[in-house]
């Protein structure tokens, strides 16, 4: 049987390990900008913590492998971190306070971006929400892909996506070119231009570069995503219509529309590889958006959850709970999937986005060699060789 969200509060007390513990002004933001302060010290210097950037989206999907082969082809996702089936107890607070088993693998693609973690339930049947999901909406809506060439990306696109990618290119409020195309279950990607690669294999695709998230209110959402998380740095902040959701649900609708980035973001292992990582606060101003799990639970069908890369997890922890963003549950020690090992820890945004917070300690480089990584004896800011980073390709997935 298919079980549906408890309330809030009543979500809160399920979680076996929870803590259960205005927008920031416009200068404070400008501040930000300006100084270029690093994310780790921007809520107490006292504390010693940094958010490195996205590392990936979780995506639910209907049928695990035809999604895996979709992201492969489409945006040659052919890199696996992991794949495994797991009871998944730290989501009880999202699935009614009962355990969900589910199938979960990690992908990139190894010429730059984040990763997708794509996953499927498995003990009981997902399904999709029961409308179409718009902008506004609360949660992730989309997920923003990168691309070198946005023409030749396109007519990729459209040969595999066929109708239910874009016809024709459109421009973003900012200027940039951009079109839009759905998976076969219906989640939004948005494709953009990017200039941070790590290598180049002839794909036409990157790996994921940001989302959009709709929100209830921005000032609350700013408080967490720009003054505890470090997307500091606002790129474009307007209110009206938006030319690039032309033929989207309440596309004649007017929006506020923040895209943010971080201004000083971390390195670490990854850096190089997912380059530079951008979250899209959206605020519906004509009605209220419907949160996209409303009478659903996680792992059913949509963009699940947004992962951060972070070290520093205590500290970590001490910001997010000085802002009322306290961890929801904590493996309070490394999990494992796989071969990977991972500390891993969650909160809910104002508008119950579930966001991960992950801190790697343990990855496969090629697992089948054996070689392995332990982050923890690198430090915070040191990158990974380029040469092991490379050797990912070894692990590389072919159709």
Not at 215 to 240: C, E, I
Request: proline share 5%; charged share 25%; aromatic share 8%.
């Amino acid at each position: 049987m298919v079980v549906r969200p408890l309330p809030r509060l009543e979500r809160q007390a399920q979680c076996a390990n929870c803590l259960l513990k205005s927008r920031p002004s416009r200068s404070l933001v400008r501040l930000h900008r300006l100084r270029k302060i690093p994310p780790q010290r921007m809520s107490n210097s006292s504390l010693d913590y940094r958010i490195q950037g996205m590392q990936h989206i979780g995506v639910a999907t209907s049928d695990m492998d035809q999604s895996l082969k979709f992201f492969r082809q489409l945006f040659g996702m052919d890199i696996p971190f992991f794949d495994s089936v797991q009871a998944a107890p730290l989501m009880d607070s999202h699935t009614r306070g009962e355990t969900i088993t589910k199938r979960a693998s990690m992908v990139m693609n190894l010429q730059g971006g984040c990763a997708l973690e794509v996953l499927r339930a498995d003990s009981f049947e997902p399904v999709p929400a029961g409308w179409e999901i718009a902008p506004g909406d609360l949660g992730i809506t989309a997920v923003q892909m990168k691309t070198r060439d946005i023409h030749k990306m396109h007519a990729h696109a459209r040969s595999i996506a066929g109708d239910s990618c874009d016809q024709t290119l459109r421009d973003t409020p900012w200027g940039a070119a951009t079109f839009y195309l759905k998976d076969p279950d219906g989640n939004r990607f948005q494709v953009l231009e990017a200039d941070d690669w790590f290598e180049n294999n002839g794909h036409p695709s990157g790996g994921v570069m940001g989302c959009t998230i709709g929100v209830s209110d921005m000032d609350a959402a700013l408080k967490l995503y720009a003054d505890v998380l470090g997307f500091d740095q606002v790129l474009h902040d307007a209110t009206g219509t938006q030319a690039d959701w032309d033929g989207m649900p309440h596309c004649t609708e007017s929006f506020r529309r923040v895209r943010l980035t971080q201004s000083a973001p971390g390195a670490g292992g990854f850096g190089k590889l997912t380059g530079r990582t951008y979250v899209e606060l959206v605020q519906a101003i004509d009605r209220k958006g419907s949160f996209i799990f409303k009478d659903r639970i996680w792992c059913d069908i949509g963009f699940a959850h947004l992962g951060f890369d972070v070290r520093g997890m205590a500290d970590l922890g001490t910001a997010l709970d000085k802002e009322g963003f306290g961890f929801r549950c904590d493996t309070a020690d490394a999990i494992g999937m796989g071969e990977t090992k991972v500390h891993c820890t969650y909160i809910d945004d104002p508008d119950e986005c579930w966001l991960e917070m992950i801190e790697v300690y343990k990855v496969p480089i090629i697992e089948k060699w054996g070689l392995f990584l332990d982050v923890q004896k690198r430090g915070a800011d040191e990158p990974l060789p380029r040469w092991m980073l490379k050797a990912l390709r070894f692990s590389r997935v072919k159709d």
